[in-house]
């Protein structure tokens, strides 16, 4: 059985919330992963997507927290100590809503502190409350280098582990990256493709992503978790319908693991 699974896309255009989680049930995925932004300006929001799934007999395996300010936490002062309370208070309704592995970014936009013990001080808070709570947290490769080195070399707790972007790898670092030194620590993938333009989302194989070589790279450092698409509906895909594109989208997260299997 396919063990695949898929983003509730907040960025998909023309379609809701409500319609993208119908079209990637309809189209065969048992998996998701929702995106806990604290958007405001939903008419079916985060709580609302969480429980549409379960209804629909979708397994959120983890939700992505959002990342507007994370650059304050590496920031002396009121504002980083803020964004450290939030994530914490984020921590308890995973709890409740009994989601037991979040994603996070370190950095947002191009430029950002540089990492330093303010920050890690309030990382570590974060990731003691989660581990309290039976939580993992995989942090993110993003458009910074150096920050998952940083926080994973000095935290090495066992709730703690990385999401690998395989995108952004190809858009920001063209495909460098010192895989094995997070061996056994992949928890989560976020899979798309792009052609190093920038960070595109398109489906996999219509970007320059060699899949035989990141594939087998997360296999060697032994990722054993669901091939995770991160999709967006928009650019030409708005020439067939929502139900087509995740129809589609399934059809190469099958071929995906299909590769993974063989590497």
């Known amino acids: 059985m396919s063990n695949l699974a898929v983003c509730v896309q907040y960025d998909n255009e023309n379609v809701s919330p409500k319609e993208t989680i119908n079209a990637i049930k309809n189209a065969g995925f048992k998996n998701v992963f929702i995106q806990y932004y604290h958007r ?30 994370i650059n304050e936490i590496w920031i002396d002062g009121k504002a980083g100590e803020k964004v450290t309370d939030d994530y914490i208070k984020d921590l308890q309704l995973m709890s409740e809503k009994q989601i037991y592995m979040v994603v996070m970014h370190l950095t947002t936009h191009k430029e950002s502190p540089m990492y330093n013990e303010i920050g890690l001080e309030r990382i570590k808070r974060i990731v003691k409350y989660a581990k309290e709570l039976g939580i993992k947290i995989a942090f993110e490769n993003t458009r910074k280098q150096g920050y998952l080195e940083y926080v994973l070399e000095n935290i090495k707790d066992d709730n703690v582990g990385i999401c690998f972007d395989v995108g952004h790898c190809h858009a920001y670092f063209n495909d460098k990256f010192n895989y094995e030194l997070f061996k056994d620590r992949y928890f989560a993938v976020h899979i798309h493709d792009n052609d190093k333009s920038g960070d595109l989302h398109l489906l996999p194989f219509d970007g320059t992503i060699d899949w035989n070589n990141a594939l087998s790279k997360l296999k060697e450092n032994n990722y054993d978790g669901p091939i995770t698409l991160e999709l967006c509906y928009r650019y030409d895909y708005l020439n067939q319908s929502i139900d087509e594109f995740y129809k589609e989208g399934y059809k190469r997260g099958i071929k995906l693991e299909e590769i993974y299997n063989k590497c």
């Open 40 to 69: 405001n300006n939903l008419e079916f929001d985060e709580l609302e997507q969480i429980d549409y799934c379960r209804k629909l007999g979708l397994n959120i395996i983890f939700c992505h927290l959002g990342y507007k300010n």
